[in-house]
């Protein structure tokens, strides 16, 4: 049997940081599964190919939330990244950390060691901000953060249009504070995406002491007593397994983290017994505590034919947007997921915003299919701060079978309520002068539909996922935690999960930045424990 110091299962924007930041010291022999393959499709590098790989099942689970029968009644698609780099090789590329009280919120809820203080030097550690150093970003790092070398007239008209009313204008998400309307940063580089491979496995992959698997589906923690040994894993039909002299940690994200536990024996008994599973240790909250981005999407028929839907629907646009992307690195192949958008308060008497904004350069009615016919942008709301909670748990005892998700998105009322206020407020931004000159008409909800009624039914049909689940593997001191602040699994030894499910509270803000200082923290902590 294969041994070493450290099994990392999943290839992730967390497996990765932390297979290079464990391998450093050139001191421990490092073990990096992936069930997915190398990031080899050109989609992956070119940034508008996130739009190719939504429904691309080589690079991607394509999991389906449960049917929800609480409030939106239907079924949702969850993305996520199978490939090296996981979600980081298919995400929308947006940069963004969170607000410094998310962080403090960590902290109050008992998790030491995670206030905004104690958690900025990681994200600064990770980076290598093109705009230069200062005391919120950092340049030696290896994650790539660039500004968009293009000015669209569209992002332009639509700050304008905020600043002009009354919203602050801001030129940094992640400096002093989130608040306002401005440019988005993304993870590429040179107009390539910049996944947590590229970022953290290109020197990894020349190092002696790393060996990454991929195609290699970990099917179970082996446990001598409490204690984590052992992986077992499918590679090829094959049944594997291999051993973890120090530790095994898990990085295979909200979804399949909290169903890999469940599948070894870490989870709510009753569960893991009508499954007939072992329990090893029972952690109730092994799954619970699922919270997930929603957003709403407003969108516009334009006048001016210079959006994506123009370039995917006209033969010679795309000739041009290809040879401008190959030549000069820029326009619409070079794009994350939006150039633009801002952060607001549905209300006053909020102390931090609670909705982002992105201009999406494109409409579709159906997420992964073909933009409209006509020039289109999206304007979407996202709830920063939701209070609906869902699970996910096993809905089999076969490890190939997916999880089942139910994130019970909108079933709290003030949930609904904000994302509501937040339409009306992207109306009134939209209706402003320097964006309403470039439109024709705003096509959904569309302006028949005004009365509350009228926009929770548009709400139950068209809410969209923005991809960002947490907390099913939550960091806390009470009952339904599942991991201590330093995200080792209580009850058992040898075990750490280290992703975004360990979040006890979604950040307000993207989750890929967040993800990986998750990393870089556990990193250092679990190098310190082996000192
Ligand atoms: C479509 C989409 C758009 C997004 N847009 C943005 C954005 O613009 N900005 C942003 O900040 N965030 C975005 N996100 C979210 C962000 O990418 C994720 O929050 C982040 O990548 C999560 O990192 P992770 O390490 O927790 O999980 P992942 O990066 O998903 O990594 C988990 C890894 O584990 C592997 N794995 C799972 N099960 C097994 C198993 N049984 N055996 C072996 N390996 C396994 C997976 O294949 C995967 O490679 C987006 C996500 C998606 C899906």
Redesign the pocket.
């Known amino acids: 049997m294969d041994e070493f110091d450290f099994i990392i ?7 990765c940081t932390l297979a290079s930041r464990l391998s450093e010291n050139g001191k421990y022999n490092i073990c990096l ?4 393959g190398k990031d080899t499709n050109p989609w992956i590098h070119v940034p508008i190919g ?1 739009a190719k ?2 429904t691309n099942k080589n690079v ?2 394509l999991y389906q939330t449960k049917y929800d029968d609480g409030w939106v009644k239907r079924s949702m698609a969850a ?18 950390r969170g607000q410094k009280e998310d962080y403090n919120h960590w902290r109050q809820l008992g998790n030491t060691g995670w206030s905004y203080d104690d958690i900025l030097p990681y994200f600064k550690k990770a980076e290598i901000q093109e705009r230069g150093e200062n005391e919120f970003h950092g340049i030696s790092g290896n994650l790539h953060v660039s500004d968009h070398k293009d000015n669209h007239p569209l992002a332009k008209a639509y700050v304008d249009a905020a600043v002009e009313e009354g919203f602050k204008a801001n030129n940094d998400f992640n400096g002093e504070t989130q608040e306002g309307f401005g440019p988005y940063q ?2 590429t580089y040179k107009g390539r995406r910049w996944s ?1 491979a590229k970022a953290y496995l290109s020197d990894v992959k020349k190092k002696k002491n790393v060996t990454i698997i991929t195609g ?4 179970k923690i082996i446990f001598d007593q409490k204690v984590a040994k052992q992986i077992e ?1 499918i590679k090829d039909g094959k049944i594997n397994v291999i051993q973890a002299n120090k530790e095994i940690i898990l ?7 909290p ?2 536990l469940q599948l070894s024996g870490i989870g709510p008994k009753k569960l893991l017994d009508s499954y007939g599973i072992e329990t090893v240790h029972e952690l109730k909250g092994v799954g619970e505590n699922l919270q997930d981005h929603i957003n709403a999407p407003v969108i516009y028929q334009l006048n001016k034919p210079f959006t994506v839907n123009d370039v995917y629907n006209n033969f010679f646009r795309r000739i041009g947007s290809g040879l401008e992307y190959i030549f000069k690195r820029k326009g619409m192949l070079s794009m ?2 939006a150039y633009a958008g801002g952060f607001f308060k549905t209300n006053e008497t909020f102390e931090t915003s609670d909705i982002q904004s992105l201009v999406l350069m494109f409409s579709t009615t159906a997420i992964g299919g073909a933009p409209h016919k006509y020039p289109g942008v999206t304007v979407v709301c996202t709830l920063l701060r939701p209070e609906s909670r869902g699970y996910v748990k096993i809905s089999s005892s076969d ?1 190939l079978s997916p999880p089942e998700i139910a994130p019970n998105y909108l079933s709290v009322e003030s949930d609904r309520q904000k994302l509501l206020d937040a339409i009306r407020i992207v109306r009134r931004i939209c209706e402003n002068k320097n964006f309403s000159k470039y439109v024709v008409q705003e096509e959904y909800p569309g302006l028949d539909k005004d009365s509350d009624d009228q926009l929770l039914d548009y709400l139950k049909d068209m809410s969209r996922t ?5 907390g099913t593997c939550k960091m806390g001191t009470d009952n339904m935690a599942v991991v201590d602040n330093e995200l080792k699994v209580s009850g058992v030894r040898s075990l750490r999960v ?4 360990i979040m006890p509270t979604l950040v307000s ?8 200082m998750i ?1 870089e923290k556990a990193s250092d902590m679990i190098l310190n424990s082996h000192k």
């Open positions: 299962v999943g290839a992730g924007s967390a497996g599964m992936e069930a997915g996130y790989l939504f991607n689970w993305p996520r990244g199978k490939v090296l780099g996981g979600s980081s090789s298919i995400n929308g590329m947006i940069y963004i993304w993870t947590a290699a589906h970990a099917t894993y990085s295979l994200g909200a979804f399949n983290s169903q890999l994350g997921v490890p923005s991809y960002h689940p947490v280290v992703d975004a499910s803000g993207n989750t890929n930045a967040p993800t990986i990393a």
